[in-house]
């Protein structure tokens, strides 16, 4: 078997009793009842996907960055040039950019990836004289080709970009993280994203696609047109998600449907960015639905099509704050919210050892 088909059938439903041991032990602490709100619904969730209460808490946590270049920039979709991908994969390992500075305000790692990147980078694993974030050289091919003409990727491609999620998730669990969070950076990557939620979802090109770094309307609507263009050329199938992420996908995309994957065979939970973790966490639902267990939206993206795919997977972001930079700015600021969702089954007193007489 291959990695891919290993670690979808390495993962599980969620553990009811340790979730029924969560909800129990909930109704014994010092509070009222629900009054924790949905963070009480994640810790439950969270000790069954570790299959014990209380689970573990999630710490340390590492953002890995997956980074690549799209050749539907050849479209016009965004104002940005398409050097900028390479340019901010410098300034992440430099530890110039705002997830460095989430990251480090969090007490989080982070780990930049090239799965993607057309512009070839410096050798080296971190920028020129920076001790800042490691670098995973990892790139299947030097950016994709255009959707709106022929496939972004061959099957093999997008598999193999899978298989290097997998591969980090793995690698980070095994160096002792005990949360992961997505991140990505991409010129022009929200267009393969509005593609691939539409792909998954059913939902209409125009409801899906946003205005990504800020585009005005002429540059909106020739977007929108793309995405329809290439779901009307490749009529990508969900049941087939590796051709629906081949088809209309990008390799950072691809990369971070496998790193969820892979955090959910590890039973560690991972918390998604905006729309491009969201729309690569459909990929991953589709290989494997029972992966949904271990996500945790961190936030809730501008990108409109960012709430289509959360709702499509029946998850609840934690934050809502308007953002849309991507890098896994959201997710890294949700990050401890997850923790303490946790930290409350650790650590809460219950009526009987307080002494607190209950209702």
């Known amino acids: 078997m291959s990695l891919l088909a290993d670690t979808v059938a390495a993962i599980r439903p969620l553990d009811a009793a340790a979730m029924a041991a969560a909800q129990a032990r909930h109704a014994t602490l010092t509070k009222p009842p629900g009054s924790l709100g949905s963070l009480e619904d994640l810790g439950v969730r969270l000790a069954g996907l570790a299959g014990t209460c209380p689970p573990p808490l999630p710490q340390p946590a590492t953002v890995a960055v997956f ?9 016009a979709v965004s104002p940005w040039p398409q050097e900028v991908t390479a340019q901010m994969v410098l300034n992440f390992l430099a530890g110039g950019a705002v997830v ?3 990251a480090r305000q969090a007490g989080a790692e982070v780990v930049v990836v090239d799965v993607g990147v057309a ?17 995973v050289r990892a790139n299947i091919r030097r950016g994709t080709a255009d959707l709106s003409v022929q496939p972004a990727l061959t099957r093999d491609e997008a598999a193999a970009a899978v298989e290097v999620g997998i591969r980090l998730a793995g690698d980070l669990v095994d160096g002792g993280a005990g949360c992961l969070i997505t991140g990505d950076m991409g010129i022009g990557n929200t267009t393969p994203a509005a593609a691939l939620i539409a792909a998954f979802t059913g939902a209409a090109a125009a409801d899906v696609t946003g205005r990504g770094t800020g585009i005005d309307d002429e540059t909106h609507g020739r977007k929108v047109a793309v995405v329809q263009r290439a779901l009307g050329l490749h009529r990508p199938d969900p049941a087939d998600p ?13 990369a971070l449907a496998g790193f969820v994957l892979g955090a959910a065979a590890r039973r560690v939970p991972v918390i998604l960015d905006g729309v491009i973790a969201d729309s690569a966490a459909l990929a991953a639902a589709a290989l494997a639905p029972d992966a949904v267990g271990a996500m945790v939206a961190g936030h809730r993206s501008a990108e409109p099509g960012a709430s289509v795919a959360l709702r499509h997977l029946g998850l609840a972001p934690l934050v809502d704050l308007g953002l849309r930079l991507g890098e896994g700015t959201g997710a890294v600021l949700a990050w401890p919210i997850v923790a303490s969702a946790v930290r409350v ?9 307080a002494g607190v007489a209950e209702k």
């Open 67 to 75: 980074a690549g270049d799209h050749g539907v920039h050849a479209q």
């Open 100 to 102: 460095n500075a989430f």
């Open 119 to 135: 512009t070839p980078l410096p050798d080296g694993d971190a920028a020129p004289g920076s001790a800042g974030p490691r670098l």
């Open 242 to 254: 590796i051709g629906v992420l081949a088809t209309v996908g990008g390799l950072e995309h691809a």
């Open 345 to 353: 089954l650790h650590d809460v007193a219950t009526f009987d050892s």
